[in-house]
């Protein structure tokens, strides 16, 4: 069943394919982790914030992404998107999106509220308002302390993308699934496959790792 | 006649059930250096924090020369940036270098163009004897060298009123002087100061006046040889026997 030498001949022959699929992924995961993260610090914002209705607006969407199944979300963003006229590509890029925001946000929430309180005071009694004081002063700083468990969220962003083969899109756990049934040959694909997104993950967390020196210098 | 800087008329402050300031009373004139001692907990600290807004009173009025300042109404921030604040634990901002952190606030503040606002900067390192730290993260500093650099970062602002809270209590002995040193020194150039500490010695040197606070209350204030030689309150005399 493990014929190494027959899963080597289909990767280099399936090894086309598989780099559009790998695009695709690539491109998705790129997208829903940027959305992500823009929507996790505006969540994050809204729980500091102290103001009750933005509390709650957070809070609700939290409990609503956290306690529902990813592919029931992705499912909704792709029926109730398409009548929209948006493409399968952006409905799984928005589900994708909402989903890393909500993990995101609670990741920026801890980083925020885990610099000390006399940053924010050293801000304000220079004359910074609030806001001023949380983009020069306190962001930094979270993000910072924020990175490790960001790159894991990316990480789990990247392997989630591969829900996207349920609502027919290209990327490359569906090239997998295509092909095995094509050829009656699964196993060889899903193990290609999961070979292509191991790489990917180490090349990721390697990148993470950089990042994280390269911001740490100095301090 | 000197012009009043601050003024204080019976300021309340509470924390949920705890009263931390009960009426309290404060005038500082211009270039005059006000010391405030008391046990921990007496409210010193709190008052402080109440003329800059870090804390909202909540009761009484707050002077801040000649204007009386409504937390509700007022631009806090217009405020703050002529009260300047050292704290205790330096709170400088670790991510930027030690001329990032002075030139901050008049680049983002004021707006300020980055030059002017550099060579000010440098000036002012060069005035607390840090000129050669310019470029290191606060990190690398001593307890001294960035209490240094906080006085420095404050008066980047141009504040017409310097806000001490215990600048050298989490300091090694050894660090404290220079400290102080840099504190007498703008007391002799004419800055209007309150200070909350507990180095008596700086007290009796540097003070125009020394408060001493008790249980959210001024108990006792005058002079620093009248409180200290000649203190009137029995508490007075014993929270000095306390501390010397």
Known sequence: ?219 | MKKEMIRIENLKKSFGDLEVLKEVNLNVQESEVVVLIGASGSGKSTLLRCINFLEIKNGGRIVIEGEEIDPKTHNLNEVRQRVGMVFQHFNLFPHKTVLENVMEAPLKVKNQNKSDAEQEAKALLGKVGLSDKADVYPAKLSGGQKQRVAIARALAMKPDIMLFDEPTSALDPELVGEVLATMKELAQEGMTMVVVTHEMGFAKEVADEVVYMHDGQIWERGKPEELFDAPKEERTKDFLSSIL
Do not use: C
Not at chain 1, 21 to 33: A, I, K
């Open chain 1, 1 to 219: 069943m493990f014929d190494l030498a027959h899963i080597l001949d289909v990767l280099v022959e399936s090894y086309p394919l598989f780099m559009k699929g790998l695009w695709v992924t690539l491109q998705l995961t790129f997208v829903s982790v940027l959305i992500g993260t823009v929507i996790g610090l505006i969540f994050a914002l809204f729980k500091i914030s102290g103001i009750k209705v933005l509390n709650w607006i957070a809070n609700i969407y939290i409990a609503l992404i956290r306690g529902t199944p990813l592919i029931v979300q992705i499912f909704i963003f792709y029926f109730g998107l398409a009548e929209l006229g948006i493409s399968a590509f952006w409905s799984a890029a928005f589900g994708l999106a909402m989903h890393n925001g909500a993990y995101i946000a609670e990741i920026f929430r801890g980083s925020i509220q885990s610099v000390d309180k006399g940053q924010m005071e050293a801000g304000r009694s220079l004359g910074m308002t609030y806001g001023l004081a949380m983009r020069r002063i306190i962001l930094p700083q979270a993000f910072k302390r924020a990175l490790p468990p960001l790159g894991n969220q990316f990480i789990i962003g990247l392997k989630d993308s591969s829900l996207a083969s349920f609502i027919a899109l290209n990327e490359l756990f569906s090239i997998a699934t295509t092909q095995g049934s094509r050829t009656f040959d699964e196993m060889t694909y899903l193990i290609i496959v999961g070979l292509y997104y191991l790489i990917l993950v180490l090349l990721f967390t390697l990148l993470v790792n950089l990042l994280e020196k390269k911001l740490s210098a100095g301090e």
